[in-house]
Every structure is written in structure tokens, then in C-alpha cells.
């Protein structure tokens, strides 16, 4: 088991039968007889994988390590597989929060209208704004970062409504 964060992603069985593409009968084998197969948690009696650990599972099994301290074309990441908006804005948050800057300087490098950093990283709440194609290459010039598309081992989950 690994320490939790606070974005953490968990999937129902449902999730996780069809994340493999398996059957109920085939991921309770899996439970019972691989050792190297996730423990679920148990919550309002149902089971939940973390989405890390299953990732760190399918990596054993000859998958994308998502632990692997690599380089894409000759630069270092500096965040995690990013699969979501909320990923994407939390990383970016936390890129400037390591480079030691605030919202209002990255507004200046930025070329952006003072105060907008905050109305970005704050884009669920009454005041904030979503990332438009605009202000976007602006927000990741300003912290010195590039998107990369990866090949990802597994599909891509379904989201509900």
C-alpha cells in the first residue's frame, strides 16, 4: 500500500473489470491467488483499487512505471500522468509553488491581466475562469512547461456524468 494523495483516484469493480476487459470471476481469482494484484479498500462495504496501484501493478507486468524517474526528450518531467482538468491545473499550481513565485509575478511573466493566475487556478469557484485557448500557451510559458502525450498502458476510463 502506498501514502494517499489528495487527488487520488479509486475504481469500483465495475471500473476495474472493465479497465482489464475481464470478468467478475476472473479479478476475484486475481484477488485470491496473485500476490502482486492490488488489495482493495473496503468502503460502505464495496471494493475500491487505487488508481496508482493498479498502475503500479500493470507495470510489473511489462507497463509504464509510473515511479520511473525518466526524461522526455532529454528534459525531466516535473509532474505525474496528468488525465483530467483538475490534474492538470493542480500540477501547474504546484509547478509554481516550486519555483517559489506568486500568482500576481506569474500574471507578470505571463503577460496576463493581473489577477488572472488566481482566476485560473481557481476555475470551480464563483470568481474563477476555465483555461481558454488564449491564456493557456501564456499560463505554461510562464512556468517554463511543455505538455507530452504519452501512450498510456491501459484505456482510458469513462467518466460519469
Known amino acids: 500500500m502506498t501514502a494517499r494523495t489528495k487527488n487520488e483516484r479509486y475504481l469500483s469493480r465495475p471500473d476495474v473489470l ?10 476475484t481469482r486475481w484477488i485470491d491467488r496473485d500476490k502482486d494484484f492490488p488489495i482493495p479498500i ?13 498502475c503500479k501493478f500493470e507495470a510489473a507486468r511489462g507497463g ?7 526524461r522526455v526528450i532529454g528534459l525531466k518531467p516535473v509532474s505525474g500522468v496528468i488525465t483530467d482538468y483538475q490534474q492538470l491545473v493542480d500540477a501547474l499550481v504546484s509547478r ?11 500574471d507578470a ?3 496576463m491581466q493581473e489577477g488572472y ?10 470568481q474563477g ?7 493557456f500557451p501564456l499560463w505554461l510559458g510562464g512556468l517554463k512547461v511543455g505538455l507530452v502525450l ?5 484505456r482510458p476510463r469513462k467518466h460519469r456524468a
Not at 96 to 106: F, G
Not at 129 to 135: A, K, N, S, V
Open 117 to 126: 493566475t488566481s482566476k485560473l487556478e481557481n476555475y470551480g469557484r464563483p
Open 109 to 111: 511573466r505571463c503577460g
Open 18 to 27: 472493465q479497465r482489464y476487459g475481464i470478468s467478475r470471476w476472473t479479478l
Open 150 to 154: 504519452v501512450d498510456l498502458p491501459r
Open 96 to 106: 509554481r509553488n516550486s519555483m517559489d513565485i506568486s500568482s500576481m509575478e506569474l
Open 129 to 135: 475562469r476555465g483555461l481558454g485557448p488564449d491564456m
Open 64 to 70: 509504464a512505471d509510473p515511479d520511473t524517474e525518466g
Open 42 to 54: 473496503k468502503l460502505n462495504g464495496r471494493d475500491y483499487w487505487s488508481d496508482y496501484d493498479l
